[in-house]
């Protein structure tokens, strides 16, 4: 199957290094062939019409419209790249895209298409070796789907959000936008209204669900917008690790990526949620992931920001509950015309809860990294620690690199720390490892690798054969 | 001035009834009036804006205030107020000292005869006006103009201090000539946090320092309000804290101070305010560096209702080094709001920047500061620092470090830690026989020693330091 893959491994580290952020490796296309897509624009028809095809609810029509008023009433965000935002033209976007009838459970009744889309990326291998399941979104539909059996015994509900609305409604409703209102944000509102696809997981009291679960997302359409939703509820007492990677070919006029990530920690459980987001350089990433962390529950966000043309992505962690924890890890690299805007926001509303956020980007070619958080104390929130670190590598004078923390404390018997730093690749250590006869840029490589470090090492070994590609061409693959 | 709209701070009768009662030159009043157009066109700031965020602007009305001065008379010499009694003793030898008390509303600037002989100037700023009319000029309204990398554009209230200032003063070094940390120039502001038949007053204060090429000076200003009634004048801390929820906005101080710091010059300035529980103080401090200037700024905030600071370090030319230092000391309701920017704006610059904040009972600070790096100023070092102690309950603080880096060939970092004070330490202290209450105020004074300990002026942190350390004991 790697035979069939569309890259040769660069053979030197400064090949490597010369191809972070270049080319897209994954930018082709296949012809679209499509069971349904929507016109262009947003009107209510459309959303009825959303609603009607996926045979909702009645509430959950209501709920669209009324996310629909608001994104409608809502003004664009005011800070942040508000030049990029406002090119957006919400009447040149596709909201939704059906491209084949069902959700399969199994890969030979794929459409050739879309499988060949997956072969290419080494989905199939990576299932047969280790996936427990795989929700592979293609378009706004999930397309394919497989649970492992062990999973369902032990009543994990892993499936695609619209499977899991019309199979658990209950569960859904009592839990579907009570950590993200539509009202949130503009981009939330969006999603709120349109949202097709995205993955449910529910794992109940005490099931520690040791492989990690993960989705696929491709965007193929032009100017399609993908809203996906996304909903994990971890029961009291359980475990379970998501992992999200996203991949999108190259195409000329831009994409809309608005998708809304809910997580609930019950007391004692644990979520931790991997991203690697990889978008061409034409999409637009509005994302709004939060989670909510009760009682000894713990939750972390291992977020790796790579592609798009506008990420602005802070994720969110509540600690409601009196000694919950929350981690926020990511990196961010920006090439050129790229804007990466990511940070995160732990809100400390709970005595005793802790928090650690480690942020790490990259500009290169004229790209732009910033780092955007906030951490909050609560009055009567005692005894929180909290500890924020940033790092920023500039490659070149083109580039840019800024940092906007925001440290709100409200409560005494606390500490708060925060640390940035920006510089360039240090002299002393390219003249150590060039006295030791690397060229500069294999020991420039080799420091960038060593940067990105606590995060690759964050990453399951087991990860999908096409996401490690990406890591190890993008970062890892620098060194041999 | 008893017809309020006649001098309030937002009527065109006060810009004018300036000009001419001072007499002032044709191109200070075109001054005036222009920022004054641009002052009433530019909207109020409200919390909502991010620079102001948390603030009690909004129930700020400057149609409200009085404007107040200028001083005139310089009768009654004796009668100088705590502050700067315990001041002049402290600092044992001066060079110079000016003096301006709203209470006594007495005015006076001496200045050390060898230093006027080598052509320093150290006086009012309607003086200067009057006596170096090109100089003040030069400073007053072309030095904007003049300066390129001033990127921000004036806000509201530099607009009102361009149009509406009537106190402070212009101090001018020419080329070589050193004023010592020995014996440096002093200066006191004093207004009255009182109203005026029902009106809060309004003090627009300028102060302009000149540092020529290779010149040296070393300067102290304190800043202070207090109730003319009372017998411990400058000591209006001592106002029972129960008084303090009531307490209404009597006073506004907008103070605008430009520091110019030449080539290879080195500037020390020592700022301390100790204001009362009524006074919202509004200040904007713009420094710029020149090539290897060296400016070295220490400000100690001791009170106020609210306090609105910007300070802005502007390094205009290669090579040059500042090094801005800052305590803060809040109690009661207090709300301390600092903004700092160092921008770096040429190639080899150095900045520093260490804020220490501690807060008693339920004062609330917000500290937001930004290091621009911008492309040209490769090989740029910025380091920030702020650090919060927590003392009081329900005392609060937000700290807001910014990073904006368009050059790679740079050292940029920053640090903000909040919290309460060391519990080890505490315990290493009472375990040695100290109460709770000592420990704890040994600890606070020596977070603010560190900073301090770094003003070369001579007697000046002793005399912070004892300032503070009675504000922290109560």
Known sequence: MSADLAFEPPSTESAVIAEIGNDYKYGFSDTE???????????????????????????????????????????????GNCGLLNDIDFDNIYYYIKPSQNSEKSWDDVPEGIKNTFDRLGIPEAERKFLAGVT?????????????????????IFLDMDTALREHPEIVREHFATVIPAADNKFSALNSAVWSGGSFIWVPPGVKVEIPLQAYFRINAENMGQFERTLIIAEPGSFVHYIEGCTAPTYSTDSLHSAVVELIAKPGAHIRYTTIQNWSKNVYNLVTKRAVAHEDAKVEWVDGNLGSKLTMKYPAIYLLGPRAHG????????????????????????????SLIVSKSISKNGGRTSYRGLIKVYPKATGVKSSVKCDALLMDDASRSDTYPTMEVDEKDVNIEHEATVSKVGEEQLFYLMSRGLTQDEATAMIVNGFFEPFTKELPLEYAVELNRLIQLEMEGSVG | MSDAKLANTIARERVDGLTVSNA?????????????????????PTARDDEWRKTEIDAIDLSKFVAVGPI????????????????????????????????RQSQSCSLDKDLAAKGVIFLSLTEAVEKHPQLAEKYLVQAKADENHRKAGDDKFTLMNRALFTGGYFLYVPKNVQISAEAPLLAFINLTDEQKEGHGQAFVERLIVVAEDLSEVNLMTVVSSSNGTSSAAGNAVEIKSANRKAAETATLANIFVEVHVGSQAKVNLVDCSQFAENVFAISRTSTYIGRDGNLDYTTASLGAKQIKSVIETVMVDRGGQSDIKGIVLGDGNEHISYNTIQEHASP??????????????????????????????QRTNAFQSNKNLLLGSEARADSIPKLEILADDVKCSHGATVGPVDKEQLFYMMARGLSLKVAEELIVTGFFAQVLNTITIAGAAEWINALAAEKIHQ
């Open chain 2, 24 to 44: 002032e030159p044709k191109w200070l009043k075109e001054s005036r009036l222009a920022a004054w157009e641009a002052y009433l066109q530019t909207p109020m």
């Open chain 1, 327 to 354: 981690e926020v890890l990511s990196i961010a690299f920006a090439g050129e015309d790229q804007h990466q805007d990511a940070g995160a926001k732990i809100i400390h509303a709970a005595p005793d809860t802790t």
């Open chain 1, 136 to 156: 592979a979104q293609y378009e706004s539909e999930v397309v394919y789907h497989s649970i492992r059996e062990d999973l369902e015994k032990e009543g994990v």
């Open chain 1, 33 to 79: 062939n499509y069971v349904f897509k929507s016109g262009r624009g947003l009107t209510r028809e459309i959303v009825c019409k959303i609603s009607e095809m996926k045979k909702e609810p009645e509430w959950m029509l209501k709920f669209r419209l009324r996310a629909l008023d608001i994104f409608l009433k809502k003004p664009m965000p005011t800070w």
């Open chain 2, 348 to 377: 080899d610059t150095t900045s520093n920047i260490t804020f220490r904040v501690a807060l008693k009972d339920s004062a609330a600070s917000i500290y937001q500061g930004i290091v621009k790096v911008d492309k040209a100023a």
């Open chain 2, 72 to 103: 005139r008379s310089t009768a009654g010499q004796e009668n100088k107020n705590a502050l700067y009694l315990s001041c002049i003793k402290s600092v044992a030898k001066n060079s110079g000292v000016f003096d301006e008390d709203y209470v």
